[in-house]
Antibody
Framework: QVTLKESGPVLVKPTETLTLTCTVS??????????VSWIRQPPGKALEWLAH???????SYSTSLKSRLTISKDTSKSQVVLTMTNMDPVDTATYYC??????????????WGQGTLVTVSS | DIQMTQSPSSLSASVGDRVTITCRAS??????LNWYQQKPGKAPKLLIY???SLQSGVPSRFSGSGSGTDFTLTISSLQPEDFATYYC?????????FGQGTRLEIK
């Protein structure tokens, strides 16, 4: 059974750095073609892809947020970590991690975590 | 980045209705198009991948079609549990951009 679970602070102050952890089970981060993405959703708004990382450590970032994001993984702990620097109130959102099975049809998000709401406020 | 545009943004329908949601890509994406369903307070759920392939466990009343730039998601006979927001997502290139969503409401 594949599961993903996000963890991290519920409240951060403006200019602080956000660190979120996605802990996965039911699959290995070392499996070929497997990866994990971070996706966020501001309240009442659409989904926005942030970053992904694959088993071979290939990484990719949102063009608009690239300078603020870092994604990494610890295969032994089954964890993927996203850091976002210089947080602003507009970054208030539910942050999801999702599994990617990169096959013949590109990057498809087949399993999702429950999401974690992060509020940016002083 | 490839832009994805869904229409309509919201839709009211009744149980038993046939409903179609459209998604248009800003450039050709072949059949690299996926559909997700999101219920309030829940994570999105993959319904259809590769434009028309039904994800395991998804009811057959959901179907997808299209290729190139124009795609549709059809629900053949709406059930009460289908009232949700639907998103398309292109997987042709990174970033895998999403549409803005279509909110399906009960009439």
């Amino acid at each position: 059974q594949v599961t993903l679970k996000e963890s991290g602070p519920v409240l951060v102050k403006p200019t602080e750095t956000l660190t979120l952890t996605c802990t996965v089970s039911g699959f290995s981060l070392s499996n070929a073609r497997m990866g994990v993405s971070w996706i966020r959703q501001p309240p009442g708004k659409a989904l926005e892809w942030l970053a992904h990382i694959f088993s071979n450590d290939e990484k990719s970032y949102s063009t608009s947020l690239k300078s603020r994001l870092t994604i990494s993984k610890d295969t032994s702990k089954s964890q993927v970590v996203l850091t976002m620097t210089n947080m602003d109130p507009v970054d208030t959102a539910t942050y999801y991690c999702a599994r990617i099975e990169s096959g013949s049809w590109g990057i498809v998000f087949d399993y999702w975590g429950q999401g974690t709401l992060v509020t940016v406020s002083s | 980045d490839i832009q994805m545009t869904q229409s309509p943004s919201s839709l009211s329908a009744s149980v038993g209705d046939r409903v179609t949601i459209t998604c248009r890509a800003s450039q050709s994406i072949s059949s690299y198009l996926n559909w997700y369903q999101q219920k309030p307070g829940k994570a999105p759920k993959l319904l259809i991948y590769a434009a028309s392939s039904l994800q395991s466990g998804v009811p057959s009343r959901f179907s997808g079609s299209g290729s190139g730039t124009d795609f549709t998601l059809t629900i053949s006979s709406l059930q009460p549990e289908d009232f949700a927001t639907y998103y398309c997502q292109q997987s042709y290139s990174t970033p895998g951009t999403f549409g803005q969503g279509t909110r399906l409401e009960i009439k």
